[in-house]
């Protein structure tokens, strides 16, 4: 139980393009889902908290136009990278945790590579 | 504000050593504690946690136990093996927000 699945599991972009990732509860649901960013050999970085069906909560310092998260249901939500650029290049992990509890189950990452 | 501190890695071991990562924190209430693991280009899995004082949290031979009076939850295994080489992610939740130590790096040679 509690799997969360992230696609793609790796992406390589031109600078100037959006990429869409995807965060996905597979067997509960989630009221809540969090995006990390993680730089190699260094710990998680929380960018932004999604509610189910109201705006996400962005970080000190986190570009809530740069990084767009859209939480449409209770299994779904997706971070938007709009104009990439080679420094958005990172591993991001999402995280989802189920209603009634507070540990949160996280996903395999997606490393985005931005050329 | 709320913060975790790990010790200082990596930590190399040889198959069947004992483990101890350190881990304290520090937290403006009762916060449940975790630690998390993270095996090479993967994202983390939950490893054991703790939600309450002397609590002790355990999963494939881990333990650990939430000691309120020194604020550490430090990670115990009696004999590691190289299949445990990861890094390691101590945390607390308060407030609904995740707070991770740095991770400490932990290789097992046979």
């Known amino acids: 139980g509690a799997v969360v699945s992230q696609h793609p599991s790796r992406v390589i972009c031109k600078s100037g393009t959006s990429v869409k990732i995807e965060c996905r509860s597979l067997d509960f649901q989630a009221t809540t889902m969090f995006w990390y960013r993680q730089f190699p050999k260094q710990s998680l970085m929380l960018m932004a908290t999604s509610n189910e069906g109201s705006k996400a909560t962005y970080e000190q310092g986190v570009e809530k136009d740069k990084f767009l998260i859209n939480h449409a249901s209770l299994t779904l939500s997706t971070l938007t990278v709009t104009s990439a650029h080679p420094e958005d290049s990172s591993f991001y992990i999402c995280?989802?945790?189920?209603?009634?509890?507070?540990?949160?189950?996280f996903g395999p990452g997606t490393r985005l590579t931005v050329l | 504000g709320n913060s975790v501190t790990q010790m200082e890695g990596p930590v190399t071991l040889s198959e069947e050593a004992f483990l101890t990562i350190n881990c304290t924190y520090t937290?403006?209430?009762?916060?449940?504690l975790f630690w998390y693991v993270q095996y090479p280009g993967e994202g983390l899995q939950l490893l054991l946690k703790?939600?309450?004082?002397?609590d002790k949290g355990s999963n494939k031979g881990f333990e650990a136990t939430y000691r309120k009076e020194t604020t550490s939850f430090h990670l115990e295994k009696g004999s590691v093996q190289v299949s445990d080489s990861a890094v390691y992610f101590c945390?607390?939740?308060?407030?609904?927000?995740?707070?991770f130590g740095q991770g400490t790096i932990l290789t097992v040679h046979p």
């Open positions: 703790a939600t309450k004082a002397d």
């Open positions: 945390a607390l939740i308060l407030g609904g927000k995740l707070t």
């Open positions: 995280s989802a945790v189920g209603v009634g509890t507070d540990t949160q189950y």
């Open positions: 937290a403006t209430g009762y916060p449940s």
